[in-house]
T-cell receptor, first 111, second 115 residues
Framework: KQEVTQIPAALSVPEGENLVLNCSFT??????LQWFRQDPGKGLTSLLL?????REQTSGRLNASLDKSSGRSTLYIAASQPGDSATYLC??????????FGTGTRLKVLA | GAVVSQHPSRVICKSGTSVKIECRSL??????MFWYRQFPKKSLMLMAT?????????EQGVEKDKFLINHASLTLSTLTVTSAHPEDSSFYIC???????????FGPGTRLLVL
């Protein structure tokens, strides 16, 4: 059974810092992994989608890497801004055609 | 990109009433849609898989008579919360699978509050 864990559960950093969010999964047989952002009371915004054959994806200040063999993905946020404050979720898409979500990391960037 | 909409975005109802939530794929056909539930400060949990023209497949622990799912067309799935109770208050999100592409597109979610 696929299990997805995110560390840390919460993170508070001063503006301008580079930071790394971690996601680990127990079953490496995945199609893809996706990182989402969720603002309080809102839905999901897809940030980056990494296919199983890919090592990383980049979008602006965001970079996501995938190491399928070790069951890990990281989301790197460069030069963090207060507007980056949100909950970040990673989700793994496996052969059962289901997304299994991680527990999330609540990020707060202080001005 | 593919767009999935949900209606309503927010609903408040009295205990004992039924509430219907719609999930639509706007610019593609989705033979499979998924319904997730999110408890406060928790992650999303898959409730059921909705297949067009057939019965939904429910995850363990989800009451099928409580959460009725209908996928009558390739662009619409509905979730009906029957005889709603305050503990059903939650954030419900749907997603749609694109046939042939191993990914899903997520709707904006519906916040349900049962008084």
């Amino acid at each position: 059974k696929q299990e997805v864990t995110q560390i840390p559960a919460a993170l508070s950093v001063p503006e301008g810092e580079n930071l790394v969010l971690n996601c680990s999964f127990t079953d490496s047989a995945i199609y893809n992994l996706q990182w989402f952002r969720q603002d309080p009371g809102k839905g999901l915004t897809s940030l980056l989608l990494i296919q199983s054959s890919q090592r990383e994806q980049t979008s602006g200040r965001l970079n996501a890497s995938l190491d399928k063999s070790s069951g890990r993905s990281t989301l790197y946020i460069a030069a963090s801004q207060p507007g980056d404050s949100a909950t970040y979720l990673c989700a793994v898409y496996s052969g059962t055609y289901k997304y299994i979500f991680g527990t999330g990391t609540r990020l707060k960037v202080l001005a | 990109g593919a767009v999935v909409s949900q209606h309503p975005s927010r609903v408040i109802c009295k205990s004992g009433t039924s509430v219907k939530i719609e999930c639509r794929s706007l610019d593609f056909q989705a033979t499979t849609m998924f319904w997730y539930r999110q408890f406060p400060k928790k992650s999303l949990m898959l409730m059921a898989t909705s297949n067009e023209g057939s019965k939904a497949t429910y995850e363990q622990g989800v009451e099928k008579d409580k959460f009725l799912i209908n996928h009558a067309s390739l662009t619409l799935s509905t979730l009906t919360v029957t005889s709603a109770h305050p503990e059903d208050s939650s954030f419900y999100i749907c997603s749609a699978r694109v046939e042939g592409l191993e990914t899903q597109y997520f709707g904006p979610g519906t916040r349900l509050l049962v008084l």
